[in-house]
């Protein structure tokens, strides 16, 4: 699977990825109140208003990016309906030929882990019948409970050719609190990516690894370390735009090849036209706004790593 | 809610809490073919015949327990349908006075932590109205992402009265490989520890806080040493049973008001009749067999507690 994004990133010219990450309050009101008309002030009124605003963000961006990254806890909030949006947009996205990771930040003992492999990357049994839950192509890892957490996870990425991004140095603020503490003279985050390249060995698909990290745009020197310890692993970088993770910054995550990372905005993009350089676009053109924060971005990652 | 828990362990003096984490190959065959021929063999008959099998559990040992603790991945490895059954389960356990936690181990920065928190123990607003999309009483929390992962569940226990439960040390065999990394002198699990007792501070209700941790039954050594770092966190301790935890490890678990600690059991519970001990219920009585095995495990631990 990684070698399709990697494919997908050159065909785009685009090492980005948006977030589809909806908050009701990033819904343009004309949207909602067709979704409330028709659904009600309700669960799946709300799910309905971002399913709506998803597909105009994907419609209007869909050429000129190789993948998308719906955060599930946005759809989760909603419940039921919120997840059927989830899954609906899932669906939508691969229909239109984006790779689809998962930001799903799942992790359990590997009993419960494969569950959650099985129902994401996976396909479970049914009696005579298979069935895959919500089918993405990637998704992300915690890595806290160890390698029997994890695994399962690979075995399934082996077996369906899928992919995983674990979490090794988030994007927050205090991911330092523990990720950072320092182990045998290391920082935990270098152990957990050393870990990634170990779990990605046996999953190579073609130069890259179909386990990949996660390492926040707002730690350039972590990156630039971590880009050193996992030089097979794809690098998921989340924090860009709205968090505060500049282009400059990222050009560390990406190896001499040009590949290796891929650059998620999610905020930046979606509700891009409430940022003053887009206000011209107004409500009605949130989706043509995205569309031009994207052409920008791709400008801004181009012009760093040309920079280099 | 941490003091509704104690209440209710007080009243059914049983600090046991029974996993509802349903494999289809725990179900009965009499439940499967039914769900089947009415659902066919799909997703949809996968999650009628769990939530059947719960029911007969459920109906078979309320009288007994405080608590139940649905693992989420086993429905959500059934897609939309599973998670359906899981939001069912959750709803009849509530209706039989038990008390949910959902075993989600969520997890992530500030705002995605608080669209989780939202979904599973608050509410979400919607134009006018405002809905609860799951409404488990207790969740798991993974911890990896520090504070500002955690705290909005904090923020909402608050708001709401309800509890987490932070994964400190967890029952599974590579859970050492980063919670017992050595830092500052200290294993990573304890830094955890100390970080629960700092979260929970503002979130006392009665003896006891809301925020609570998770901390295997597998590692007895390390449960000692965590009962006195966090005194005022209740324990909420898997891996007692099939993981191989046993009765006699578990009293270092608990305060010495007999308190502190609430002990899980899945697969040795819901799939008791697969047990030689239960293999006279058959699987026509697995509800009974699951009875019969809640009522061995009351014992078990309550020896250990007198045995003191």
Redesign the interface.
Known sequence: MISKLISEIKKKNAPIVVGL?PM?SYVPSHI?KKA?DECG???E??AEAIWRYNKGIVDAVYDLIPAVKP?I??Y?????P???AF?RTVEYCKSKGLIVIGDI??????S??Q??A???IGK??????V????DEDFVTV????????VKPFVDICRQNDKGIFV?VK??????????D????GKP?YE??GE?VVEWGADCLDGDYSNVGAVVGATYPEQGKLLRKVMPKAFILVPGYGAQGGKGADLAYFFNEDGLGAIINSSRGIIAAYKQESYANYGEEGYADASRAAVLAMKEDIQSALDAR
Not at 105 to 110: A, N, P
């Open positions: 990450d009701l909602q409330f002030e309700t669960l009124g709300a955060q806890a946005m989760e909030q909603f419940g039921i919120g997840l059927q899954h930040k799942r992790g359990d003992i590997g419960t882990s569950a959650y099985v129902g994401h479970v049994q049914v009696g005579s019948k069935y895959a839950g919500f915690n890595p806290y409970l160890g390698s029997d957490g979490l988030t994007s927050n603020p205090s991911s330092g609190e523990f990720q503490r320092i182990v045998d935990l152990l957990v870990k």
